[in-house]
Structure formats: structure tokens, C-alpha cells
């Protein structure tokens, strides 16, 4: 069993102590790519990267007064430094230290998912290879359908998870792009090469252009790729949830010695786990939302996005690490009743196999129309009478006129419906 969730990783990434260290260390490295092109003097670099600290508390108090958050951390951190101040933040705006910073926030974040998805797949397909051959009916519309394997479900799963990992590695270097251009984006008070020497130090790219913030469809697209994460364990979960329901009971979330499924009723043991997971992707799809809302800004910025990205991107990030973990925490402890399983697949009393005996009597030349009339009529008999399908396929003197009754036992031979499951897997290199 995996250990319990405590967001350590994650919860860092997204903590104010993290966002004023990036702050810092963008204006640091300006500093000391102006010293390196002859712009400040280079002992004054050397002295603001020994001095520079964050007090996050004196940063609040000096906001208090200014109401505006960088002028506050450039006062803030300017005080222990003297008269080297005066080099701080020369020629840049404050979305040139925001957006790098979130940029760097947004990379970190994307390097935990990915982690997290890797880690799923794993224990993905290490269930989809012990539960290949454990047989269960398939349901379209909720209804038996024909014989599948569970296996074949975790498979598809873990190929699903696959996709969403490729999403987020090319997320990943979607939003790893900063901007040291200046004020609306024209670099009028800061040499470009300030910019690919800064941006090159913090493993980031350039924007190729920018206004004065980086444009917003990179967040965006980064909240898509979570919201797609999301919504795939959502319909993971719920296909849990539904297989975990009393009438069907072929699964079950991992339930604790001592955990409690009901004030009233002791009896219960609840899929919570699922069910919490389905309700926090409506979360993480709303704030996609916001997102694409964040977009269309007046001509080259205005700060309507801000206050809606400092929740919607760490609420989302935070949310779709803990539905990652929680969920792979479900699956390893994933009980499976693979006897209830097989009793559920009887429980048609054989109209599973029903297209097979379609084809067969296509097979001796009767018409499509003809040959499902033969097998509907018989279906609808054995289902509403409690008989076996075979038996009325048997009795059915229009049936046995084209298929003798060792080809009608044929098709109820659940070997033929699983034949391929092998193949589906080496596809997949399993």
C-alpha cells in the first residue's frame, strides 16, 4: 500500500517561498548578465547575490502601503543591500520577473505529473498483466455485451495514461518560456542578450515575441493537458464505482481495517476514494475555463488573469497530483472477485453469445435481416421466459435447419471471444 498523501512535493512548487526565491534569483541573474556585458559594475553583482534575501513578511508590510506586490519585493529586498540597490530590476517590468518565475513554477510542476503519470502505468500494467485472462462481460450502455477481460480494461487504461504522458512532456516545454523584454515586450530599457543569457542560466527559452507578459494560451494549454489527466481518472473511477455497486460487485476500492463506511449503516464500504476523484475533475475542468477566459487581455496585458491564475494553476496542479496518487493507491489495493465476475457473465443464461450464432447462420446463406430475426426471436424468448439461449436455439426447428447442434454449442465457446487477447497485448509490447 502506498504511503499517505501529504502533497510534500507538489505543496512546494506552489508555496510563496518558492515564487520570491524565483523572484530573487531572475533578478540576481539580470544583474549579473548586465555586469557580464560592462552595463554594472561587477563587484556590485557579486555583492547583491552574497546580500539579496527575502523577508516574505517586511515584502506584506511594505505591500500594504505600495498595493502593488513586486514594487513591495523590490523595496523589500533593496533594504540590506545599499547603495548596490539601485542595479535591481534595471529595465525590466514586473511580468518580466512574474511570468519567468511562473514559467519555472509551472515547469516543476509539470516534471511532478509527469512522475505520477509514469508511476500509474506502471502499476497499471503490472495489474492488466494479472488480470489478462480473468473474464468478465462487457457492457455497451450498461448492458452485457459480449466476454472481455479485465486485463484488457487496465490495458486500456494504461494506454490512455500513455497518451496524457506524452501531453504533459510536450506541456512541459510548452510553458518552459520566459520573457526579459521590458515593458510591452519591445526590450526599449533591456538589451536582448540580458534575456538569453538570464533565461539560458534558468533552463528556460525565450519567447520569440511577447507584450509585456507571456501569452497566455501556454497556461491554458498547461491547464488542458490537466484537465484531460483529470477526466481520464474520472472515467477510470467511475467505472470502479459502477462495477463496485451491490448488483454488480466485481471489484472493490481497498477499504481499511478500521475505516468506517457510515454513521447508520456499518454494513457499508463505500467506493469514496472514486467518487471524490470524480468530483474533483469538475474542478480541474473548470478552472480550464478560467483559463481560456485568460487569453483575451486588453491590447498588451492588463492584470485581469492574474488573480484568476494565482488559484486556478496551483488548485489545478495540486488537485490532479493528489487524484494521481490517490488513484494508484486505489489500484494497487484493488480488490477483484473474479468468481463474481464469471457469475455475472452467466447471468444472461448465454445471449452474449448471441452475434456469433448471427454469423453462423450467415455463414449458411441466409440474409442479415433473415438471420437476426432467427436469433432476436430466440433471445427475446430465453429472456423473458428464464430459459437458456441455447436450449431455444436448439428447439428452434428454423435454427437447426442450418445449424447442427455440435455448431450451436460452438458458439457459445468462450475461447473463440478471447482468442486475440494475446495479440492486443504484444501490439502493446506486454
Keep these: 500500500m502506498l504511503k499517505r498523501y501529504t502533497l510534500p ?152 495514461c500513455r497518451r496524457n504522458l506524452e501531453r504533459m512532456r510536450e506541456t512541459k516545454e510548452m510553458v518552459s518560456y520566459g520573457k526579459i523584454s521590458g515593458p510591452v515586450g519591445t526590450y526599449s530599457n533591456i538589451d536582448p542578450m540580458v534575456e538569453k543569457i538570464v533565461l539560458k ?70 467506493p469514496i476514494i472514486g467518487e471524490r476523484i470524480c468530483g474533483l475533475a469538475r474542478v480541474v475542468r473548470g478552472n480550464l475555463l478560467a483559463g481560456l477566459e485568460n487569453i483575451p487581455l486588453w491590447e498588451e496585458r492588463d492584470i485581469s488573469h492574474s488573480s484568476v491564475e494565482r488559484i486556478i494553476i496551483p488548485d489545478s496542479s495540486i488537485l490532479v497530483d493528489y487524484m494521481l496518487h490517490k488513484f494508484r493507491e486505489v489500484m494497487e489495493g484493488l480488490k477483484v472477485y473474479s468468481g463474481k465476475m464469471r457469475e455475472n457473465l ?31 426471436r430466440n433471445a427475446f424468448r430465453a429472456k423473458e421466459k428464464g430459459l437458456e439461449f441455447k436450449d431455444c436455439l436448439l428447439n428452434d426447428k428454423e435454427v437447426t435447419r442450418h445449424l447442427k447442434p455440435r455448431e450451436i454449442e460452438g458458439c457459445f465457446d468462450l475461447r473463440r471471444y478471447l482468442r486475440n487477447v494475446n495479440k492486443i497485448y504484444k501490439r502493446l509490447n506486454i
Design 346 to 376: 452467466g447471468k444472461t443464461k448465454g445471449l452474449i453469445f448471441s452475434e456469433k450464432v448471427l454469423l453462423e447462420l450467415m455463414k449458411k446463406g441466409l440474409s442479415r435481416k433473415k438471420a437476426y430475426f432467427f436469433v432476436q
Design 9 to 160: 512535493e507538489m505543496g512546494k512548487v506552489w508555496r510563496e517561498e518558492n515564487r520570491f526565491k524565483k523572484y530573487v534569483e531572475i533578478e540576481v541573474l539580470v544583474c549579473e548578465a548586465l555586469a557580464q556585458m560592462g552595463q554594472i559594475p561587477k563587484e556590485a553583482a557579486r555583492k547583491i547575490r552574497k546580500k539579496v534575501e527575502v523577508d516574505i513578511k517586511r515584502i506584506k508590510e511594505i505591500e500594504k502601503v505600495t498595493r502593488h506586490e513586486t514594487i513591495a519585493f523590490i523595496e523589500a529586498i533593496s533594504e540590506k543591500l545599499g547603495k548596490e540597490a539601485r542595479f535591481l530590476h534595471l529595465g525590466l517590468t514586473s511580468s518580466d520577473v512574474l511570468d519567468t518565475a511562473l514559467a519555472l513554477q509551472l515547469k516543476e510542476s509539470a516534471s511532478l505529473i509527469i512522475k505520477d503519470l509514469e508511476d500509474l502505468i506502471k502499476t497499471l500494467l503490472k495489474k492488466a498483466r494479472k488480470y489478462k485472462d480473468t473474464v468478465m462481460v462487457g457492457r455497451t450502455h450498461g448492458i452485457h455485451a459480449e466476454p472481455t477481460t479485465f486485463g484488457l480494461k487496465l490495458l486500456l487504461w494504461a494506454e490512455e
Design 201 to 270: 542560466r534558468l533552463n528556460l527559452k525565450p519567447a520569440s515575441v511577447s507584450t509585456q507578459i507571456i501569452q497566455r494560451d501556454r497556461q491554458a494549454y498547461y491547464l488542458s493537458t490537466l484537465a484531460l489527466v483529470a477526466t481520464s481518472l474520472e472515467k477510470f473511477a467511475l467505472l470502479l464505482r459502477n462495477l463496485q455497486r451491490t448488483e454488480i460487485g466485481e471489484v472493490e476500492e481497498p477499504f481499511a481495517p478500521r475505516q468506517k463506511g457510515s454513521s447508520a449503516m456499518p454494513h457499508k464500504r463505500n
